[in-house]
């Protein structure tokens, strides 16, 4: 595609659920890029997958949230036993390499009820 | 900790002026800096990055200074236009550095 995709769009989900947000990078870039986003708030850095890999999880804020990216492409963020604090929108960024600016997906909007 | 503010939480701004949006850094040494532009229900979209040995760099309309002994960024909208209405953010990144540390943004309005 020309750009980055995140799916679903909207998530509606009830406290203690388990959800899954997909992210599908652009074409070829190797960094991929998990932020959340709060209301009035910049976006908040999760993870960092160069290639299959994992570099760097600092950001994921409990053990209750995961991702992965098995073959270098498509990554999926879990997240288990949601909360109502979860409620954000979650962003999905891709680059080529590290270092440069970032391509940004629309967003999955996730609201933990 | 690290802390990056920028300047308002909104700008409003006549059509044709000039807009310019500030983005203060402390506790931070950053090599380069990135700002994005980002509308309502969309991601941010990159603009320009400018590097710790730059001073100045432009795009069309768009000008970025960085002063890294005033731990300041520039943002610089010339002939501003309606569709410039956006928020603004801006992130320092740090040497080695990929994740990107966001401010809370400045929301601009340009008004006809």
């Known amino acids: 595609g020309a750009g980055v995709s995140q799916t679903p769009s909207n998530k509606v989900t009830e406290k203690g659920k388990y959800v899954e947000l997909r992210c599908d990078p652009i074409?070829?870039?190797?960094?991929l890029y998990w932020y959340r986003q709060s209301l009035g708030q910049g976006p908040e850095f999760l993870i960092y997958?160069?290639?299959?890999?994992?570099?760097?999880d600092s950001g994921l804020p409990n053990d209750r949230f995961f991702a992965v990216r098995p073959e270098g492409s498509v990554s999926t963020l879990k997240i288990q036993r949601t909360e109502r604090g979860d409620s954000a929108v979650y962003l999905c960024?891709?680059?080529?390499?590290?270092?440069?600016?970032?391509?940004f997906g629309p967003g999955t909007r996730l609201t933990v009820l | 900790s690290q802390k990056i503010e920028q300047n308002s939480e909104a700008l409003n701004i006549q059509e044709g002026k000039t807009a310019t949006l500030t983005c203060n850094y402390t506790?931070?040494?950053?090599?380069?800096l990135q700002w994005y532009r980002q509308d309502p229900g969309r991601g941010p979209v990159f603009l320009l990055l400018?590097?710790?040995?730059?001073k100045e760099k432009r795009k069309e309309r768009l000008k970025v200074t960085f002063d890294t002994t005033l731990k300041q960024s520039l943002f610089h909208i010339t002939a501003s236009q309606p569709a410039d209405s956006a928020t603004y953010l801006c992130?320092?990144?740090?040497?080695?550095?990929?994740?990107?540390?966001f401010g809370k943004g400045t929301k601009l309005s340009v008004i006809p």
């Open positions: 960024a891709s680059s080529i390499g590290q270092g440069g600016g970032q391509f």
């Open positions: 074409s070829g870039h190797t960094a």
């Open positions: 997958f160069q290639g299959t890999g994992a570099a760097d």
């Open positions: 506790n931070y040494s950053p090599a380069y």
């Open positions: 400018i590097r710790e040995n730059e």
């Open positions: 992130a320092p990144v740090g040497a080695g550095s990929y994740q990107l540390t």
